[in-house]
Nanobody, 123 residues
Framework: QVQLVESGGGLVQAGGSLRLSCTAS????????MGWFRQGPGQEREFVAG???????LYADSVMGRFTISRDNVKGAGFLQMNSLKLEDTAVYYC?????????????????WGQGTQVTVSS
C-alpha cells in the first residue's frame, strides 16, 4: 500500500500563487508516474499535470504556462507550483501515482490517491 498526503492548499486571491505538496510513503517507491487532478463542485475529476519517473511532463491546456509540476524521487515527494491563479482553478486538488506506467490524463490509470487539499481562488 501507498499513502499520499497533500498539503499547501488554501485561500488565495486571483492572480496569486500556491504551492501544493504531495508526500508518498509505504511500499518501495520507484518507477511511477505522479499526477495531479482536481475536482470542482459538481464537476468530474480532471487531469491537471503529471510527471513521469524519467522527468517527462504533461499539462492540461487550461494550466499550461501557469502551473509547474516537479518531484523529488528520492524523498517520494511531488509538488505543483500554481501561479496566476484564476477563479476557475478553485477545486479540491488530488495527487496520485501510477506504478510502472507513464503519465496519463485518465484517473483510472492511477493506483493510489491522496485525500485532497482545497484550493479556493477569490476575486
Amino acid at each position: 500500500q501507498v499513502q499520499l498526503v497533500e498539503s499547501g492548499g488554501g485561500l488565495v486571491q486571483a492572480g496569486g500563487s500556491l504551492r501544493l505538496s504531495c508526500t508518498a510513503s509505504g511500499r518501495t517507491l520507484s518507477n511511477y508516474a505522479m499526477g495531479w487532478f482536481r475536482q470542482g463542485p459538481g464537476q468530474e475529476r480532471e487531469f491537471v499535470a503529471g510527471r513521469n519517473w524519467s522527468g517527462g511532463t504533461l499539462y492540461a491546456d487550461s494550466v499550461m504556462g501557469r502551473f509547474t509540476i516537479s518531484r523529488d524521487n528520492v524523498k517520494g515527494a511531488g509538488f505543483l507550483q500554481m501561479n496566476s491563479l484564476k477563479l476557475e482553478d478553485t477545486a479540491v486538488y488530488y495527487c496520485s501515482i501510477a506504478f510502472s506506467r507513464g503519465v496519463s490524463r485518465s484517473p483510472s490509470e492511477y493506483d493510489f490517491w491522496g485525500q485532497g487539499t482545497q484550493v479556493t481562488v477569490s476575486s
